[in-house]
Structures are given as C-alpha cells and as structure tokens.
DNA sequence: TATTGACTCTTACGTTACGTAAGACTTTAA
DNA sequence: TTAAAGTCTTACGTAACGTAAGAGTCAATA
C-alpha cells in the first residue's frame, strides 16, 4: 500500500523531481519508505498534495505553504472554502483579462479608442495575488495593504486627479464640525469612495481599513490636516461610517 | 512624449527591476531615452508589453516569448486571437479546479467517495499549458502530443486498463479485414476511443494524431500489430474516420 | 540465472525570472 | 541648495525546480 514517485508524478502531473523537492525541503514526506527507501505516498499524503497544490496556484510560495500546512491551528475545511474564494477570485480577473483582450481585438481594428489604463486591466490586480486574499486570515493585518496601493499610484495619474482630491479634501473640511454619520458627510465620502476606486479598486474593507491609517499612520495625518485641524479624525469615522453601513446591504 | 519605468511598472502592476530585465535580456528595449539615460517608453512599446504579459499569463518562458514576437512573420492580431483561446482555455481548467474544490469540500464532510484521480482534476492539465495550444501555430506537430500521453500512464494504471485493452485489440483484429468505416468497426474504436479517455483526455484531433503515429511510428506498429498484422493501419484508418464524422457534428 | 529496461536513490551544478542592495547621477519641489 | 524621489548600472541572492551523473532495485525476459 502506498504509491511510489512517478505514480505520482503522472496522477497529479507533476514532475518526480518536484516530489523529490518538497520532500527536502520538508514539505511533503511520505508517511512510508520501502526497505529499499523508495518513497511511499498514503492517500493522506495525497489529500496534503492536493491541498499544497492549490495554495501554489493561487501563488502561495512553498515556504509560506510550509507555514500555513504545519501551523497546529490549521484548519483544512477552512483553507478549502478559502481555496474557493481565491479562486473565483482569479476567474473574476482571468474574465477581467479576456474582456480587456476583447477590447484590444477590436482597438487593434481601429473600431474602438482604448486608454493606456485600460490596456492593463486584469494584469493590474494588485501586486501579490495571494498577498491580497490572504492577509484576511493568514498573518499581518489588512491595513497596510491600502497603504501599498497608495504608493503605487503614478506621478502622472496623482496629478490628473490631484485637483479632485483636493477639492473633495475641501469639502470634507467644511464638514467636520458636524457628525461623521450625517446625509452631508456621508455624500462627501461617498465621492472619495468613488474618486479611489478610479485609480485602484477598493474593497469596503480596505476603504474603511485606509480609513484607520488616516488616524495610525502620521505621514497620512499631516498630509490630511493641512486642510484643516483633525480632518483626518472626521474622515476615518466618516469612511468606517460609510463602509459598515453598505457592507450591511 | 514617453513615460518613465516607474509610471510604466505603476500602470501594469509590475516591478521597475522586471522592466529593467526584459531590457537586458533585449525582451523590450524603450523607443527612446532621455538626456540623461533614462528609459522612454512610447505606446507601442506599451502594446509590445501588453502581449508579452498576455503570453506570460499563458505560461510562456521569456526566451519563447522573445522568439515569437521578434518573428517576422509573427502576426498580432493572430496572437491576440491565439491569446483568447487559451484564456478561455485556462478558464475552463479553473472551472474544473473549482468543480473539484467542491467536491472535496463535500469529500471532507463524507458526503460522497472521491477517487485519487478526481482529487487532481484540473491540475493535470497536459504537461505544459503552453505547450498544448502553442504547437498548433507555432513550431514542431500536434502528434508527438498524444505521444506525451501515453507515455505517462502509470505502471499500475497500465495494469489496471491492460485487460480491457487487449480484449479491444483483439474485437479489432478480428475485423480488420473488413473496411474501417462499417458499423462494427467503428463500434469497436469508439469503444477504444473511451477507454483511451479514461487515463487522459483525448480531444478528437489528438486522437486522430495518435491513430496516425500507429503508422507513422514503429514502436506502436510493431506493438499493435502482434494482435494481426495490418491492425495497426486499419486502426489508424478507423479512428481517423471516426475523428472525422464526430468533428463534423 | 543473467540480463535488460524501467524505476529509484542521492548529490550537485545549472537555469529562469526576477528581488534586493549599493553607489552614483538627475530631476523636481520647497 | 538642499532634500526627496526617481533613475542608472553592477552584482550578488533566491525560489523552484531542471538536468545530469553514478549507483542501487525490481520485474520481466532471454
């Protein structure tokens, strides 16, 4: 009982020498050896594979994986409804990456105008894949995760859509002497939600977790404040405010 | 007129040191570069770089990539079509993927009987993902494909199917005086064609080819034909015909 | 029973596609 | 004019294997 290396190999369609290569590096050890020491995997064995193999689609790192699998709080139910999440998650973005090729298709036949921006999107997901989804559940915070999206905003695009911003600034400004929760602010905010989503997509987590970092991250606090004493305070209630309210819907 | 790395890397979701490689390896050299050196990117080089990343997406080592687009019979609309069909390619297979999450899920809850087989559908998509569609337009024949196959079926699995194969090569030998496109025979290869379809997915074309390396090669002619002589040519000509009439449906 | 062919093992260097860091120059905003 | 942010080249580091060598195992066959 217990199949050997290329039993393996060709069920899953991997190679023998990636076998080979979790088991050094601890990844993946078969329960078994032969006398001869060839390796011999249990059908638990290939449960875990299977389990490895889909955290490396989403683009997991092996020793991240390796982490995740040996934690004793791992819990395989969970990861596997997280799995599910992920991936339709990436058919989103692979659907994201036809209907863009669609577009070039027809841009390349000078039927339709296309933007730079909008030649890119489905690549653009941001940065990591599994950097994204992850963080939810496995290690750090989801917080500095709007931070980074922040930072990769382009000279150029910060300026096209710098007068907008302070605009919004302005007004969010003149409102922050009242509640963060009335119909006013809450328009107010409601432009900024939407004023960020056109320059990366912001998921009501992240907004509301942006939102934090006004208040915890002082180079954000400054920044805000100039455009009037405690801004920053009133904003990150207001985007809180904003967020639980329709993530209710 | 041109952008700099870094709005280009903001604007496509990739690094400024992946732009500065695919520079040095000649993958994508800027059109243009300022006074002092640095790297101007014009909107063709944008589109260069939105294929490339469409062929990375799919897979494509960089090397390969450098081939295809420096080609000078390389055809962009063309790759752009190639492009959807293996997004939509991809698609399918994540949908499999996603299919046996499920699956696995109801598995762990023991609601239903999971074969190995089952646990890694989706990930065996045949070797490489690019090296399925790529071969049809660029570089070497469809047939050594089905060759691959075969030639990863596993020892026990082997075992397992023997039986079965060898009763169809003998219903077959016994017809094959007859013409390849009667009833009887083509009753018996779909039967092969099935039974082929159990251990790896055999597209109609695939088939096809494997039917035409029975003649092509001798390993498998000398193989076939110890059940009859000429059984290796009738067989070739059966699944052709049978190839043939379904593709028309 | 000897041999052959298909697997297996370990060891170890090679490769791809960048990451990361260092040191120096440029450009722009303050 | 000085700081901050961006850019350059050079170069070593890394992840996840690929590939090859040399040697032992195992089952089927001559």
Avoid: C
């Avoid at 989801?142 to 919004?168: V, W, Y």
Wanted: hydrophobic share 35%; charged share 30%; aromatic share 10%.
């Amino acid at each position: 009982m217990g199949m050997f290396v290329k039993e393996v190999a060709n069920l899953v369609g991997i190679s023998v020498r990636t076998l080979h290569h979790y088991d050094d590096i601890g990844l993946l050890s078969p329960d078994q050896t032969s006398e001869a020491g060839y390796r011999l995997y249990s059908n638990e064995n290939l449960e875990m594979l299977q389990q490895i193999l889909f955290f490396k689609e989403l683009g997991f790192p092996l020793k991240k994986i390796k982490e995740i699998i040996t934690d004793p709080t791992f819990n395989k139910r969970e990861a596997l409804e997280l799995h599910r999440e992920m991936l339709l998650d990436k058919r989103k973005r692979l659907d994201t990456m036809i209907a863009t090729l669609n577009k070039t298709i027809k841009h390349t036949k000078g039927e339709i105008f296309m933007s730079n921006k909008e030649k890119f999107e489905g690549f653009n997901f941001n940065s990591n894949p599994f950097e994204e989804e992850a963080r939810k559940r496995y290690g750090d915070q989801a917080i500095d995760e709007s931070n980074k999206k922040i930072g990769r905003m382009s000279p150029t695009e910060q300026k096209e859509l710098g007068e907008s911003m302070n605009n919004i600034y302005r007004k969010l400004a003149n409102l922050r002497h009242e509640s963060p929760d009335t119909k006013k602010s809450q328009a107010a905010i409601e432009e900024w939600y939407h004023l960020l989503n056109k320059m990366g997509s912001y998921s009501l987590e992240a907004f509301k977790g942006l939102g934090q970092l006004y208040v915890d991250d002082e180079r954000f606090t400054k920044n805000i404040d100039q455009f009037g004493e405690g801004l920053s305070i009133f904003m990150s209630k207001a985007m809180a405010f904003y967020a639980d309210s329709r993530m209710k819907e």
